[in-house]
């Protein structure tokens, strides 16, 4: 592979401006194919299959109106005044106009509803007041046949009247039955209404109202074409003295893929390149690899977003692998060439060369990599599965532009990618060469605090991982000017948290409920509902069309994230009650559950897909066995503690000023599952370009114990560069708008520093100290039969030697190459 990959960079060389012409016109063809072929990016998550997905399904088919998307929009006056007349009659003719919109199926209006409310009240009223009164004067009709009966008896006439008295009485009778069964009627609509009780759509004080919209399409597809249309009726048609906010799907907007943030941190990554490289042109170029690179490997993704289950966060989290490991891969490749060009060696020639060894070991370092994300299709949920396909994707473009765009850049820069240095460069003398270097190691008491302190350090951070909790997305996480926070927080505070998070409720009866038996039948299970922890209000939503199923919709006291929300949701699909076949839940607080329970079963076996992959690569690159299990936990401590760093910011709070985050809560479900996945793929690299320089000093005769500081030397420039690059590129995105971003920039940025400065250059230099000469141990059978990969490319390195030169100066660089020098 390395002699191949020298020829391609020795072509690439030689005619940069066809491998330009043709990566531009690879880009060309995937911004047309994301045009022709892209779909709609979601902002919701969901897996097929689970509970709250089955209640859907059953709503949808049982309810075919409830079955619809809905969402809502507030309604709040200025002067903080109760609406007047006028503007309730504005806000009616604002959703009038509102249902006249393609895709809304509806509205509610609020005033209209409590308005009707308030009229069946008093029909309520006066319709037992009349039936109270027609009792009276059944009863008082029963009372005088009674009394004339006894009357008759005494004067002996009761056989001759005795049956008119009897078909009064019983006619009388029938009719206070009747009565009563109205009034049982009457009753149970007033028992509806009471458990319906906390949850109107006015706040007390008057000044808000909260009306809802019914969409043609569930509310998790909804498009941003409609969303747009909604606002855009909404501001055709605005009120005087009241402010409209949409909220819940309505406002949320996808996540911009470049901010300030973002920015930021690609201009903190061309400051590290200058200050290593020396030169704005050699710093440049890893830029224009990576930028276009990622170009092509988004537009290539969003071309695809037709057939995979991409959220809006998908091509995100490909913008954020791409950007770093383009710039890293490419870096590695420069460096190399560079140390060559000082030494002596003719531009084409070391380009080659470069690409033979440097890009060799980044080829196998990406591969690592692309493997690690694809893995994320074995766990079987399809979102996942899509964010690991969209990072594979471009990180597979990054490692094809490191190959064939770099040599080509580097082609056309010639010798300006090296900076006028005084005093290097100079040949060495016979004696300087032949002179054995020495190295001095560390101690072991050095190694064993080391050990202890890293791993002591990294426990510590870990800790709050053990209170963390996971959860989906909502509105509380969103910017603190974004209508989505400001729709959650009003919600909050002028109608209760629950209001955020309402859980729709279906009752499988088994046997269909008759009409006679409809009212009864929901007050009962209304009432058992209502009697639960934690529930404000219980709303009955009818019976599906073949009367099996009741629905209604519940209010928790508390918000979607909430503890006490969730366990609601326990309580009630645990709930026995007879001649209740069995409850389910549907709604975000269900959903989070279902989501996480799922996420949750696949990480273990995910972890053992990537481990045991690990394990076998680095074998076969090692030739060892101990070094891959070091290496290993190394990357499960530092991910561990990754999980603890964010649970303290995002669920605890801590530093949440710092970060700008509005509200602390559970940690975004599928974090911990796309963090294995890429971390470990990145910890992998630097682990290779760490350890692989003890391997092959070790193997030419070093003792164990110097290989490790010679190896350490060698590769720590390597692990130091990439590692600010990426922590500065993923760092950008902790200050981006969106939670969602905020919290995969974090895990990555924060993930990626822990391994690359505690683990690979602290912890594993000690650990490999300590194993001396046993941590290449391989037992002999395994020896013959693992191929030989030569990663480094050492080989290739032989048949193409560098002139001598004094290249100690080098080593003092912040990067060294691409790859250890042997």
Sequence with gaps: MAELLYRLGISSARHPWRVIGAWLSALALAVGASVLFGGTLSTAISIPGTPTEEVGAQIAHGFPDAGAGASTILFQTVDGEPFTEAQQAAVGATLAALSNVGGVTGTVDPFATASELDAQREQVARGREEIAAARADLESGLSQIESQRREMADAGTLDQAGEALDAQQAELESALDQLDAQDTSLGNAVALMALADGAEQISDDGATAMAAVQFSEAATTISE???????????????????????????????????????????????????????????????????????????????????????????????????????????????????????????????????????????????????????????????????????????????????????????????????????????????????????????????????????????????????????????????????GYRAYTLTRDEFGAGFNSPLVTVADMGDVVTDDAMLAEQVRVGTALKSLDNVRAVVPMGASDDGTLLAFQLIPTDGPTAVSTEDLVVEIRDLKLAGVDSFGVAGNASGNIDISEKVADALPIYLVVVVGFSLLILVVVFRSVLVPLTATLGFILSLVA?????????????????????????????????????????????????????????????????????????????????????????????????????????????????????????????VMHLLGPAAWWLPKWLDRILPDVDVEGAALERSHPLPQADDRAEDDDLVAAGSPRV
């Excluded at 042109?281 to 170009?295: D, E, F, Q, R, S």
């Excluded at 490419?330 to 460096?335: S, T, W």
């Excluded at 949920?381 to 765009?405: D, P, Q, R």
């Excluded at 193997?699 to 164990?704: D, K, N, Q, Y």
């Design 225 to 483: 074409e409609l969303k747009e249309a909604v606002k855009d009726s909404l501001a055709e048609h605005p009120i005087d003295g009241v402010e409209v906010i949409p909220a819940g799907e309505i406002s949320g907007e996808m996540p911009s893929i470049v901010g300030p943030g973002e920015i930021g941190g690609l201009l903190v990554a061309a400051i590290v390149l200058v200050v290593m490289l020396g030169t704005i042109t050699a710093a440049g170029l890893p830029l224009i690899v990576a930028l276009l690179g990622v170009a092509v490997g988004l537009m290539v993704s969003l071309s695809l977003s037709s057939v995979l289950d991409m959220m809006t966060l998908t091509p995100i989290l490909g913008l954020m692998l791409g950007v770093a490991v383009g710039i890293d891969y490419a870096l590695f490749i420069i460096n190399r060439h560079r140390k060559q060009l000082r030494g002596g060696m003719e531009v084409q020639e070391s380009i080659g060369l470069a690409n033979g060894t440097s890009g060799n070991a980044v080829l196998f370092a990406g591969a690592t990599v692309v493997t690690a994300l694809l893995a994320l299709n074995l766990v079987g949920i399809s979102f996942l599965g899509a964010m690991g396909t969209v990072g594979a994707i471009c990180v597979a473009v990054a490692i094809a532009m490191a190959l064939t765009l770099t040599p080509a850049l580097m082609s056309l820069a010639g010798t300006r990618l090296t900076p006028k240095t005084k005093g290097r460069g100079r040949a060495r003398s016979a004696a300087e060469r032949d002179r054995p270097a020495s190295p001095k190691t560390m101690t072991t008491r050095r190694a064993v605090l080391t050990i202890v302190g890293t791993v002591a350090l990294l426990i510590v951070i870990a800790i709050p991982a053990l209170d963390m909790r996971m959860g989906l997305n909502t509105s509380a996480g969103e910017p603190a000017e974004s209508d």
């Design 642 to 766: 990754m999980f603890g760093g964010l649970t303290a910011v995002f669920q605890w709070g801590w530093l949440s000023g710092l970060f700008g985050i509005n509200e602390p809560g559970p940690v975004l479900t599928f974090i911990p599952i796309v963090a294995v996945g890429v971390l470990f793929g990145l910890a992998m690299d630097y682990q290779l370009f760490l350890v692989s320089g003890m391997r092959e000093a070790h193997v030419h005769g070093a003792p164990a114990r110097e290989a490790v500081v010679t190896g350490l030397r060698a590769g720590r420039s390597v692990v130091v560069a990439a590692a600010l690059i990426m922590v500065s590129v993923f760092s950008g995105f902790i200050f981006a708008e969106s939670a969602l971003v905020k919290s995969v920039g974090f895990a990555l940025a924060f993930g990626v520093l822990l391994d690359a400065f505690v683990v690979r250059l602290l912890l594993i230099p000690a």
